[in-house]
Structures are given as structure tokens and as C-alpha cells.
């Protein structure tokens, strides 16, 4: 089946610097793919949807300059928090879909992130 | 606008006990509907989905949940919860009657008693 790895599954980081997330489909390509966040005990709240090789489209209240996604390639989606703070503590999640109109979404095992 | 609603952010069933989750949705457009499921620290993994066709839909371990447009529901039911079974659970619609942005319901968390 499809897999998505996402790498680092923790990390812990000093508040001002960043941190780089990465999303992989490793069996199948990706056109697309989307960023979550998730708060304790909350939902997941979509960030960003990452096109290959286009601009990201990022939702209403996602600061953009903070949190840069890049899409280089149909296998790989990087999501780079910028000057992290400890609001910014959070479990982050990809999920990418295979190519094609009609498949449904895969998720990565998420990212939890802690900034100090 | 789509949204996803579930009733009961916490359930708890006994052991061979009938489990079911509910979801309510509201969807512009037919809508495509899924259930996830998150173990603690994990990514989602998809139990089962409804695109269009046979409205009951059959998942994995055991999992399966009715389409009624009449009541705008998608309910997730399991004759009989095993320990195994306890996790959060997700509901989720799409916003476009097919695979792209997906919105999800708040989750409830499933308890199984010994």
C-alpha cells in the first residue's frame, strides 16, 4: 500500500530557531499534499496544501512567512517552522494523495514538536 | 462550507460490547466521507470511506458505517470492541466531492473495558 514517512518524529528545538519537517510518499507519487496541525485533544486543523512544483496554498490565519512549505518533487514536502516559539508546540501531520483525480488521502505518523 | 460533527468527545464500551461512534456532516455537495483512526503519537490511518454507491460501507478490523443522506449522519459501528480498539477516532467530509481538502470532526476518544 501507499506509505508516507515523515521525518523527524520528534523534535525538540530553542525558541528562535527553526526546525525542518519532512513528508516522503516512498511507493508512489505525490502531486499533492497537505500540512496539519494538531492540538491536544483537538482535531486536525489543515494548514497548507503543498502542489508539486507550485506555490503552496496556505489557510486563512496561517502565516505563510512562518511556516515555509516546499514541494520539490512528486515524493517529497518539506514544512520548515520558522523562529519557533513554544506556542508553535504541536504535532504536525502530512498526508499526500496519489496522482490521479480519484485516490484517497495517506497520512504520515506525525511530527511532535517541542520548542523550549 | 463543509463541516463534520461528532457527538461525544469521550465513549466508553466494555469488551465484546456494541460500539458505535457518531458523526453528523453538512456538505454543499455530495459529499465523500471517511473514518480515521489515530493511535497515540501516530499519523491517521484510514478505517473505511464513502464515495458513492452501496451506502453501508465495510472497513478494516471489523468496522462499518451508514451513509444517510436523509439524516445527514455517518455513523461508525463494530459488533464487538476488542481491547485493541481503543483510540481516537476521526470523521471526516470532504469539501469537494472527491479527494482534496478534507475536513475533520473533533475526534472522540474510545475507551474499551475489560
Known amino acids: 500500500g501507499a506509505v508516507v514517512s515523515q521525518h523527524p518524529s520528534r523534535v525538540i528545538c530553542k525558541s528562535g530557531t527553526s526546525v525542518k519537517i519532512e513528508c516522503r510518499s516512498l511507493?508512489?507519487?505525490?502531486?499533492?499534499m497537505f500540512w496539519y496541525r494538531q492540538f491536544p485533544k483537538q482535531s486536525l486543523m489543515l494548514m497548507a496544501t503543498?502542489?508539486?512544483?507550485?506555490?503552496?496554498?496556505?489557510e486563512q490565519g496561517v502565516e505563510k512567512d512562518k511556516f515555509l512549505i516546499n514541494h520539490a518533487s512528486l515524493t517529497l514536502s518539506t514544512l520548515t517552522v520558522t523562529s519557533a516559539h513554544p506556542e508553535d508546540s504541536s504535532f504536525y501531520i502530512c498526508?499526500?494523495?496519489?496522482?490521479?483525480?480519484?485516490?484517497?488521502?495517506?497520512f504520515g505518523n506525525g511530527t511532535r514538536l517541542t520548542v523550549t | 462550507a463543509q463541516s463534520v460533527t461528532q457527538l461525544g468527545s469521550h465513549v466508553s464500551v466494555s469488551e465484546g460490547a456494541l460500539v458505535l461512534l457518531r458523526c453528523n456532516y453538512s456538505?454543499?455537495?455530495?459529499?465523500?466521507l471517511f473514518w480515521y483512526v489515530q493511535y497515540p503519537n501516530q499519523g491517521l490511518q484510514l478505517l473505511l470511506k464513502?464515495?458513492?454507491?452501496?451506502?453501508l460501507v465495510k472497513g478494516i478490523n471489523g468496522f462499518e458505517a451508514e451513509f444517510k443522506k436523509s439524516e445527514t449522519s455517518f455513523h461508525l459501528t463494530k459488533p464487538s470492541a476488542h481491547m485493541s480498539d481503543a483510540a481516537e477516532y476521526f470523521c471526516?467530509?470532504?469539501?469537494?466531492?472527491?479527494?482534496?481538502?478534507?475536513?475533520f470532526g473533533t475526534g472522540t476518544k474510545l475507551q474499551v473495558i475489560p
Open positions: 498526508s499526500a494523495r496519489v496522482a490521479g483525480s480519484n485516490s484517497p488521502l495517506h
Open positions: 511507493d508512489f507519487q505525490a502531486t499533492t
Open positions: 503543498s502542489n508539486e512544483g507550485s506555490k503552496a496554498t496556505y
Open positions: 456538505s454543499s455537495v455530495p459529499p465523500y
Open positions: 464513502y464515495t458513492t454507491g452501496a451506502t
Open positions: 471526516a467530509v470532504s469539501d469537494s466531492g472527491g479527494y482534496q481538502k478534507v475536513t
